[in-house]
């Protein structure tokens, strides 16, 4: 799986979109980009993934480049509840297989 | 979405005995289930991969008979750990997934604490 490269921590406040990089240079074309979160002292949950097109669900959009070498995860409105370690992963296909999860992001997000 | 429960979410125990952690995939069938270890202030660590009906995959440096895992049915995988010790106190997470193409869901984790 391609390796993935994210801030250690961000700050957003709250109400305010919180966008989070995530570069992935080595991506392969058979690749999917996914993110998932982990509030702390539960366990990870997923957000979202995409292949090359921008993608939005309920909970977040995630806009791929045109390259495919980063992505940024977007929560147009965060809340107080959105403050967790976020988890930008790269791994072949779809479907169930093990996750391997790097360092993230913490995100804070501010009253 | 899919959901995966462990129990028990947190348990304290001493040296020398052994905890068994249970997860079960509540809504679906899970022919494969993975284990992880987090450490404090650390990310997630693959620790095996259970399968149902035959002998789990430990990853590298996890010892297998350290680290019990049983996945005797298709929607309950146990990990037990064996004569624990102070170092094996970590945040425990299971995740399954069923046979479609769909995602790894989680379990909430457990808090193990060897005193």
């Known amino acids: 799986d391609a390796k993935t490269t994210q801030p250690p921590s961000m700050d957003c406040a709250e109400g305010r979109a919180a966008n989070l990089p995530c570069n992935h240079s080595?991506?392969?074309?058979?690749?999917?980009v996914y993110w998932y979160r982990q509030i702390h002292s539960q366990g990870p949950q997923y957000i979202i993934h995409?292949?090359?097109n921008n993608e939005t669900n309920e909970m977040a959009s995630l806009i791929i480049t045109e390259d495919r070498k980063s992505s940024t995860l977007i929560l147009p409105h965060a809340t107080l509840r959105d403050t967790a370690v976020y988890y930008c992963i790269v791994r072949v296909g779809r479907g169930y297989q093990k996750v391997t999860f790097g360092t993230g992001t913490k995100l804070q997000v501010i009253p | 979405g899919a959901v995966v429960s462990q129990h028990p979410s947190r348990v304290i125990c001493k040296s020398g005995t052994s905890v068994k952690i249970e997860c079960r995939s509540l809504?679906?069938?899970?022919?494969?289930m993975f284990w992880y270890r987090q450490f404090p202030k650390q990310s997630l660590m693959l620790m095996a991969t259970?399968?149902?009906?035959?002998?789990?995959?430990?990853e590298q440096g996890v010892e297998k008979d350290k680290f019990l895992i049983n996945h005797a049915s298709l929607t309950l995988s146990t990990l037990t750990v064996t004569s624990a010790h102070p170092e094996d106190s970590s945040f425990y997470i299971c995740?399954?997934?069923?046979?479609?193409?769909?995602?790894?869901?989680f379990g909430q984790g457990t808090r193990l604490t060897v005193v």
């Open positions: 259970s399968n149902e009906g035959s002998k789990a995959t430990y």
């Open positions: 080595t991506i392969s074309g058979n690749e999917y």
């Open positions: 995409g292949l090359k």
């Open positions: 995740s399954a997934g069923d046979r479609g193409p769909t995602e790894a869901f």
């Open positions: 809504d679906f069938q899970a022919t494969t």
